[in-house]
């Protein structure tokens, strides 16, 4: 390795937020994830695409910690965090979304957001049992964080309704909202735009777009080629559990390995 | 009122006070946190025979009954003690229980936890004197105070609403702050509540132990009222009326599991013993065990949220107007918890 790769290497460590290496999961002889390999940038949205039954949730959540690795590690910010249940790695400033949405159904839409930050001083029992003077303060500056998400969103109306009474893609952006409360450095977004409208689909896209320029990280898995292209660099195409090319929209589309993957998967 | 109602109507407030507390108990694990906690009457039972031999004193030889530890302590101590055995029988089962296992299972050990504990103290008569129990435990106060018998009872009405307003206030911090909301967020969603940092696990093992530490106190109430404790009084069948207390009334609504608790153990068991006898002897007992079955499914079926459903809870946001929903205003948020 030349010198001048081995800086561009070590940048490249630098720029990347989450490492994934060697990562893989087998149910019995099952390989689900044969270990992958890839990078996720800073500041920078990549997408993680493939045919039905190419391991992508399965990354994703294992990334997350839903699931247990069989092996390999996932670097979040230079710590392995691979294997770590899924409430310490969120407290690394990892947050997601669900491919079948999450909201919490009997709260309303505010008291969702207010639950997401994690450590909350009336969140522990001797917090609670402290009373109201001890938490109402922060409560205070979390509400005026969920106001703001909300004014941003534009789901003032629905503020007070319950979570469980919105239309679908009313729910992704409320998951999208609630791992934005937790204040991420990175999102994964699992399907964010499964099962929407196509106009509430395109405030989604702009949604991230802004949350991109304000220097949020995120890996999404997505099925829409047009939003992959529109949103993704890199993108990262795996199949049959295996990373098979990764690169720009351009440079995946020309690969004849993804095009025989996507025809024959 | 005759001696006779005087003396009915305060032991039936006495129930109700403990069933009170024991449905705030099983409120919070179930209704708040979604834990379907079939075993609830062992932390009671626990509570209840805790408090019993802290009160008997130590056992003197050739005495009819055996007892563990026993001990002569003053008035609150055996009942405090009773809260933290059922607190400590529940971190015991909990440890076991919630822990990876699917809620529906949980269901199924918790069921199946009773029952053990059932038969091992029933068939066991060394351990916990077996069937025969306890019995003969001294009222509190009781040569102190030098009541007559109803004005005794009477007096323990008002000791119980005293117990069961501390017990109030206790599950209304808990579910009025943030941690009741994030108990709700591991009801309605595990992986999603554990995506935002949330121990599940810890979540469910708090309120389940403070559930049974609140069980395990009504346990110990009820035992220092009737001075009597036997393990056939309590079986799972309990669990299922204060189950149905809670469903009826209203889950996850402190009010309404209130309100349950005053419907179908006092209103609609108690109310069924002035029916006119018929049929073979125990046949209304029966029937009254198939009636909080039916009654549970039918809410369950039909008014899935109880009599008084789960509240929303507005919370006002700063600088917007939002619109009024039926009957709830928006207040301040720090008017907002608990408030109907």
């Known amino acids: 390795m030349t010198s001048v790769q081995r800086q561009r290497a070590s940048s490249a460590a630098q720029a990347a937020l989450l490492r994934v290496d060697d990562l893989a999961k087998s149910y019995g002889g099952v390989h689900a994830v044969a270990g992958v390999s890839f990078d996720v940038p800073r500041g920078r949205i990549t997408g993680l695409i493939g045919p039905n039954g190419a391991g992508k949730s399965t990354a994703l959540a294992m990334v997350a910690g839903a699931i247990k690795p069989s092996r390999g590690s996932v670097l979040l910010n230079g710590t392995n965090v691979a294997g770590w249940p899924s409430h310490k790695i969120a407290r690394r400033g990892l947050a997601r979304t669900f491919q079948q949405s999450s909201d919490f159904s009997g709260m309303t839409v505010t008291e969702n957001l207010l639950t997401a930050p994690y450590g909350q001083r009336g969140d522990t029992l001797r917090g609670a049992l402290l009373g109201r003077r001890y938490w109402r303060a922060e409560q205070e500056s979390l509400t005026a964080r969920a106001a703001d998400l909300i004014e941003r969103f534009d789901m003032a109306r629905m503020a007070n309704e319950f979570a469980g009474t919105l239309s679908g893609g009313q729910r992704r952006l409320l998951e999208i909202m609630r791992a934005l409360m937790t204040e991420p450095e990175i999102l994964l977004l699992d399907e964010a735009m499964a099962g929407v409208n196509p106009a509430l689909g395109a405030r989604i896209e702009d949604y991230l777009l802004q949350l991109r320029q304000d220097g949020l990280t995120m890996l999404m898995v997505e099925h829409e080629m047009s939003v992959v292209e529109r949103l993704c660099d890199p993108v990262i195409v795996m199949a049959q559990g295996e990373v098979l090319a990764e690169g720009t929209m351009d440079q995946i589309r020309s690969d004849h390995r993804v095009l025989d993957a996507y025809l024959n998967g | ?340």
């Open chain 2, 1 to 340: 009122m005759s001696l006779a109602w005087s003396f009915y109507i305060a032991t039936v407030l006495v129930y109700l006070g403990v069933d009170l507390m024991a449905c705030w108990g099983l409120n919070l694990q179930y209704g708040y946190t979604g834990i379907v906690n079939f075993s609830f009457i062992i932390y009671q039972a626990a509570g209840a025979y805790t408090a019993a031999v802290l009160t008997l004193g130590p056992q003197t030889a050739g005495s009819f009954q055996q007892y563990v530890g026993g001990a002569n302590l003053p008035f609150p101590l055996p009942v405090i003690a009773g809260g933290i055995a059922g607190g400590l029988l529940s971190a015991v089962v909990g440890v076991i229980a919630l822990r990876r296992l699917r809620s529906d299972y949980q269901a199924m050990v918790f069921l199946v936890i009773s029952l053990i504990a059932t038969a091992v103290v029933t068939s066991d008569v060394g351990l916990f004197n077996g069937p025969a129990g306890l019995s003969l435990i001294p009222q509190p106060m009781s040569t102190a105070l030098n009541l007559s018998l109803v004005g005794y009872r009477w007096f323990y009405v008002g000791l119980t609403a005293v117990i069961c307003l501390i017990v109030y206030a206790f599950v209304w911090r808990i579910t009025s702050a943030p941690l009741g909301r994030s108990l709700r967020a591991v009801r309605d969603h595990e992986q999603g509540a554990a995506a935002l940092g949330k121990n599940v696990t810890g979540l469910r093992m708090t309120s389940f132990v403070v559930g049974g530490v609140i069980a395990g106190i009504s346990g110990a109430v009820l035992v220092e009222f009737i001075s009597a404790w036997s393990p056939g009084a309590w079986l799972y069948q309990e669990t299922f009326v204060l189950f149905a207390a809670v469903i009826v009334g209203g889950t996850a609504n402190n009010a309404g599991v209130a309100l349950g608790a005053l419907l179908v153990p006092v209103a609609f068991l108690e109310g069924s013993r002035f029916l006119p006898q018929f049929g073979p002897p125990g046949l209304i007992d029966a029937l009254q065990w198939v009636a909080v079955g039916l009654m549970t499914l039918v809410f369950l079926w039909f008014w899935p949220r109880g009599v008084l459903p789960e509240r929303r809870r507005i919370i006002q946001l700063p600088g917007q107007q939002q619109a009024r929903t039926g009957l709830q205003r928006p207040v301040d948020y720090e008017k907002t918890a608990e408030t109907r």
